[in-house]
């Protein structure tokens, strides 16, 4: 019996390589993506802009309030009769980039609120710019509150991967699909999906609870 699944899983195997090769693509230029934009939002969201501060608390409730299903159907069904088409890896990317923003943005902003009214008005009274404040004193202390959650955050996305395969993606996740329904070994195949998210993610859980531990000190 061993010997049994030890062929069927030699035979399946490269298949879930590539899948797996097509979520870390996916995972990790969406995370380069978002955090970017996320950073971008966050920083903006901590202006003085009351109409930005506005607008950004739109984009950011509206896309944490509505399924993550949801956001990749818009973008891969509805884009197109707007005149967006994407191919399927692209809207993936796009929408794995709006929802991890969203999510960075508010991150990132309630760093920058924990750090003290009187750390802004010493960086002011350096004679330093807005843009200087931020990159050289406000930052760098925000980083502290913000790298735990923002590694934690990077690990969820990387699981939100598997809605993608929804769009025809094939991603680990429907990989799993279409050989579950070749073969009848059903719990092996999913198990190796969960084995292969777990390869990707795991470095990703160790860093965030080692940085949970250092910014605790």
């Known amino acids: ?16 390589l590539k899948g797996l090769w097509m979520t870390t693509q996916i ?9 970017v934009l996320g950073f971008s939002l966050g920083i903006l969201r901590s202006g003085k802009s009351v109409i930005l501060k506005w607008i950004i608390g739109v984009y950011v409730s509206f896309v944490r309030g509505t399924p993550f299903v949801v ?15 994407l191919e399927a890896f692209s809207a993936a990317l796009l929408a794995m980039a709006i ?33 200087q404040q931020m990159r050289l004193v406000i930052l760098p202390q925000a980083m502290r509150v913000i ?5 934690g955050q990077f690990v969820l996305l990387i699981k939100d991967t598997s809605v993608v395969s929804v769009i025809g993606v094939m991603d ?25 998210y777990f390869v990707i993610s795991y470095p990703l859980i160790l860093l965030s609870n080692y940085l949970e531990r250092k910014m605790a000190v």
């Open 172 to 196: 680990l996740t429907r990989v799993g699909w279409i050989t579950v329904i070749r073969i009848p070994e059903g719990l092996m195949v999913f198990s190796l999906v969960g084995i292969l």
């Open 27 to 35: 995972a990790f230029i969406s995370l380069g993506v978002c955090t």
């Open 71 to 85: 956001q990749v159907f818009i973008i891969f069904f509805i884009f197109p009769e707007w005149g967006l088409q």
């Open 99 to 131: 929802m991890g923003s969203a999510f960075i943005c508010e991150i990132v902003a309630g760093g920058i609120a924990s750090i003290s009214k009187g750390q802004w008005e010493a960086a002011e009274s350096s004679g330093l710019s807005r843009i």
């Open 147 to 151: 790298l735990p959650p923002l590694v």
């Open 1 to 16: 019996m061993m010997g049994f699944y030890f062929n069927r899983l030699v035979e399946i195997l490269p298949l879930f």
